[in-house]
């Protein structure tokens, strides 16, 4: 985008020198005094100095077009930077829990919101547990939770075949630790991003 | 060994007798019995003429002479207050250096007990666990560990055909699981059909190894299946339970019945339903609101018991329910304790502790409430008892 505009601005200024230089052509055949002959020439080089000028600006404002050009692209990539991190952030457990809880509702809007505007995006929930519960009882308890959230997106308009799940029981910690500050952490949904997740648009 | 795993059974007193000939004797407590034996005494001298009156005033019921004859073994069981040989027993062990020894010598420990008792033994067994995602077995009395599972994926659940000849087990990646069924033996590995797309657990063969039950988790929820293994064939759903899990299933050892978990009331407990699925009620009593979640149910081979474990107080605690009464006791309280597996003699159960300051195994005799770690090592998990081995069964590669 940008490197196109940059050559159409340069291709207008060698326009307009085209244009200066021919204005010049008919100085030969005019027989008019010197002092005229001086004001042409004052008006030439007045000509040449707008010509420059025109194309400076002309250049300038590429530039512009150009930095805001890259400034847009930016924004872009870090809006979709931050709709992938807002999509990906996690929501937590009670222990031995797989209600959604109150504080992360919030979370959840916010990608049913993502994935309302970005139709073509496709996403996969991992549903995890602590080490506090029974092995293969976390098995169970992770799709669980998998499925709770699954159940919140879909009960607000996502189409639920847009969306896996999978358990992960207590095989996979976010954080090591046998607290419950790791715990905590630990009783969790993540959220992947499976299909349809380039330029991703801000809600 | 053999005194060892006779001290295993946790049916007698066995102590040593300082002497020349390495008697050892036991005194009698309760009900517990008390033996003497003897071990291997290279001349044998004193077989059939034991001082019975002086075992008897130690305490002893019975001793056990050992005597090695060329490439044959003679076990003697005395019976002190009677006097006399209760049993003889001659076998050919294999050299020490065989894989077999071991279970050679376990099985004679076996046979001894019978004689003098007329229980066997639990010695010729082998525990299999999970360890760092591999499925290793390990001798009842902590020796010759082995790894026994060949895949990298993560090992979970295994589970013992009733033949001993067999083992079940899952595989575990990014949130699907696979079942397999592998031989003992050879090692040999088969995919059971069906499984793998979905994420299936837990499982267990049915007494006459045609049939294996196990948990699969969908988007509905988890349930419990049945498979007939045999002809890889007829996939059954035993439990629908839409807004709620069911897994874990056991078989009784009729085959009549499988106890499972079922979070039916708000958290796990456990259920019992027919081996169709028909008659599913709950199992083991709880109070609503007090009592804390029920896992891991694995029916006593006798069928008299249901062993599982309990959050109590925000740890686990092993639970055995009286199948007749339905009434549950609690076995340990130090630590947390969790995934019960009973020994073929139904008395005794291997669990995993952390009651040592990290999780290992450990062993518990009901009876008496001994309790012995198995090993020495952290980090293992869901055992499985096996049963009796063989010779056929017990030899491995």
Redesign the interface.
């Known amino acids: 985008m940008k490197s196109v505009s940059l050559l159409l601005a340069l291709g207008l200024g060698a326009a307009v020198i085209a244009a200066a230089a021919c204005g010049g052509n008919p100085a030969p055949q005019n027989t008019t005094p010197a002092v005229d002959t001086a004001a042409e020439n004052q008006r030439m080089r007045d000509s040449i100095a707008a010509a420059q000028a025109e194309r400076e600006r002309q250049e300038r404002e590429a530039a512009d077009r150009a930095a805001r050009q890259r400034e847009a692209d930016a924004a872009a990539g870090r809006a979709s930077e931050e709709v992938r991190n807002t999509l990906a952030s996690m929501i937590h457990f009670d222990y ?1 829990k797989s209600n959604i809880r109150s504080d992360d509702m919030g979370t959840l809007d916010q990608k049913v919101a993502i994935l309302q505007a970005n139709p073509e995006l496709r996403i996969r929930i ?1 549903g995890h547990c602590d080490e ?6 976390n ?3 992770g ?2 939770r998998a ?1 709770s959230a ?1 159940q919140y997106l879909v009960s607000h308009g996502i189409d639920a075949s847009r969306i896996e ?5 207590e ?1 996979k910690p976010l954080v090591d630790g046998h607290d419950e500050s790791a715990w905590s952490q630990n009783r969790r949904d993540e959220f992947e991003i499976t299909g349809g997740g380039d330029n991703l648009k801000h809600p | 060994m053999v005194a060892r795993d006779l001290d295993y059974s946790d049916r007698f007193e066995v102590i040593t007798l300082p002497g020349g000939d390495s008697i050892r004797l036991a005194g009698t407590t309760g009900p517990r019995r008390s033996s003497a034996g003897g071990t291997a005494a290279p001349r044998g001298g004193t077989q059939g003429s034991l001082n019975y009156p002086l075992y008897q005033a130690l305490g002893a019921d019975f001793a056990l002479d050992i005597t090695a004859a060329g490439d044959t073994t003679l076990a003697t069981l005395h019976d002190i207050a009677g006097a006399g040989i209760r049993r003889t027993l001659r076998v050919r062990l294999p050299r020490s250096s065989d894989p077999d020894f071991r279970q050679a010598v376990h099985r004679l420990a076996d046979q001894a007990l019978q004689a003098a008792i007329g229980t066997p033994g639990i010695a010729a067994t082998r525990i299999l666990f999970v360890k760092d995602g591999k499925v290793y077995q390990i001798d009842q009395d902590g020796a010759d560990q082995k790894l026994v599972s060949s895949s990298d994926r993560k090992a979970m659940s295994p589970a013992w055909a009733s033949d001993g000849r067999h083992f079940a087990y899952m595989e575990f990646q990014a949130g699907k699981g696979w079942l397999y069924l592998q031989e003992m033996g050879g090692g040999k590995r088969t995919a059971v059909s069906t499984t793998g797309s979905a994420l299936d657990f837990t499982p267990a063969f049915s007494p006459d190894g045609q049939t294996l039950a196990f948990s699969r988790a969908t988007e509905e929820g988890t349930d419990v299946y049945t498979i007939n293994i045999k002809d890889n064939c007829c996939l059954r759903r035993l439990t629908v339970g839409r807004f709620s899990d069911n897994l874990s299933p056991t078989f009784s050892p009729d085959g009549q019945r499988i106890a499972f978990v079922s979070t039916r009331p708000g958290l796990p407990q456990i259920y019992v339903m027919a081996a169709d699925g028909t008659d599913q009620q709950l199992f083991a009593p709880f109070d609503y609101g007090v009592t804390g979640a029920s896992n891991a149910p694995e029916w006593s081979p006798d069928g008299q018991s249901v062993a599982f474990h309990r959050d109590v107080a925000g740890t686990l605690q092993v639970f055995v329910l009286d199948v007749r009464t339905r009434t549950v006791r609690q076995l340990t309280s130090v630590g947390r304790n969790e995934d019960p597996t009973w020994a073929p003699d139904s008395r005794h159960l291997a669990f995993v502790s952390d009651r040592s300051g990290y999780r290992q195994l450990w062993i518990i005799d009901l009876d008496t409430g001994r309790i012995r770690p198995l090993l020495q090592q952290s980090g293992a998990r869901l055992p499985a008892w096996s049963p009796r081995l063989s010779e056929a069964t017990s030899s491995t590669p």
């Open positions: 031995d991992g506090r519960g029974s092995d293969e009882y098995l169970a308890l799709n669980r499925q699954k799940t999978q358990s992960w029981g095989e």
